[in-house]
């Protein structure tokens, strides 16, 4: 998406003081109990293809040093240089987010950051040998089995969340993204497709009661046959297959069967974690999306960063 005009409705407060005592989120705490920092307690390694490059790359899962946080090396350029996975360094947002540090980037980071985030891993090293993260399947699915698989190392320090004291609501058209007031962290997103396999779908997922394992990492990538040629001529999704995105036609799926019956809707909320994963981490909020982008993601995260930093300095 390009040319489109972005506007905040509302505008957030945060308060980041950690009341005595607090043992949860409140109207007027801290948005989580301060926890343990993690890492990974081994590295790991995955590759496969870029869903828009079409490339082979190599990616490297590392622990990191508490504080660290979450960020990219490009080990495949002559400085090797080091993206963070952090909204200061984001890039275009044209069907996948990119991060970018100079001339250096790498793109569709976020089913990777999804699975780290949604699986209590704050620090990683993640070194890769190309400009996109491989799609493996179109989920999630094998970063989280990866993590599992290593295991999470503790590490000193604390990580909170902060208090959303107001709504935010960013919109495009009919397509919006909303954080709100919340007693718990909740994510709940809304599509609508004229495609009768698709549909209207809505779903409504919170850490604290759902397995983000279970609920969410499963859901693959989808796409449209009839738009699959315009955005291959396009350049993009050289890389999408049969074998790595659900695909949909007038007359239903092209490769069932599907792993959620709303597997499209669990997906964008994947999508939507990844990318304000890159917050580091989120308020205590309810966030809403309907019909939202990668653009409209990480304008709200944006948006939040923003009013973080100034409540802040």
């Known amino acids: 998406m390009s040319g489109v005009g972005w506007s905040i409705v509302e505008q957030a407060k945060y308060q980041n003081s950690v009341p005595s005592g607090?043992?949860?989120?409140?109207?007027?705490?801290?948005?989580?109990?301060?926890?343990?920092?993690?890492t990974l307690a081994a590295g790991f390694e995955r590759s496969g293809i870029g869903l828009h490059s079409g490339l082979p790359v190599q990616v490297n899962v590392?622990?990191?040093?508490?504080g660290?946080?979450?960020?990219?090396?490009?080990?495949?350029?002559?400085?090797?240089?080091?993206i963070p996975a952090h909204i200061a360094a984001l890039g275009q947002t044209t069907l996948s987010t990119?991060?970018?540090?100079?001339?250096?980037?790498?793109?569709?980071?976020e089913h990777l950051l999804a699975a780290l985030f949604g699986m209590g891993v704050d620090n990683a090293r993640i070194e890769i040998n190309?400009?996109?993260?491989?799609?493996?399947?179109?989920?999630a699915q094998d970063w989280v089995t990866a993590i599992m698989e290593v295991g999470l190392q503790s590490q000193p320090g604390q990580k909170?969340?902060?208090?959303l004291l107001e709504p935010i609501w960013l919109r495009s058209d009919d397509a919006f993204v909303a954080a709100l007031p919340a007693a718990e962290l909740r994510f709940t997103y809304g599509i609508d497709f004229d495609l009768p396999a698709i549909g209207n779908q809505w779903y409504s997922w919170s850490p604290n009661q759902e397995n983000f394992a279970e609920a969410i990492a499963p859901a693959r990538t989808f796409g449209l046959a009839h738009q699959i040629e315009h955005l291959q001529r396009q350049g993009l999704i050289q890389g999408g297959s049969l074998d790595n995105a659900l695909v949909c036609g007038d007359s239903?799926?092209?490769?069932?069967?599907?792993?959620?019956?709303?597997?499209?809707?669990?997906?964008?909320?994947?999508?939507?974690?990844?990318?304000?994963s890159l917050l580091g981490e989120l308020p205590c909020a309810h966030i809403l999306a309907y019909k939202a982008s990668h653009r409209l993601h990480t304008q709200l995260a944006q948006a939040l960063e923003s009013a973080r930093q100034s409540a802040l300095s």
């Open 22 to 38: 607090s043992t949860h989120c409140s109207e007027r705490s801290l948005a989580v109990t301060p926890t343990g920092l993690h």
């Open 68 to 82: 660290s946080g979450r960020y990219f090396v490009r080990v495949d350029l002559p400085e090797q240089p080091l």
């Open 160 to 163: 909170s969340g902060f208090d």
């Open 252 to 276: 239903g799926w092209l490769n069932p069967p599907l792993r959620f019956s709303n597997e499209p809707v669990r997906h964008k909320l994947l999508d939507l974690v990844g990318d304000l």
């Open 62 to 66: 590392l622990p990191a040093e508490a």
């Open 130 to 139: 190309g400009s996109e993260v491989p799609l493996l399947d179109g989920s």
């Open 98 to 109: 990119e991060l970018r540090v100079g001339t250096a980037t790498v793109r569709t980071i």
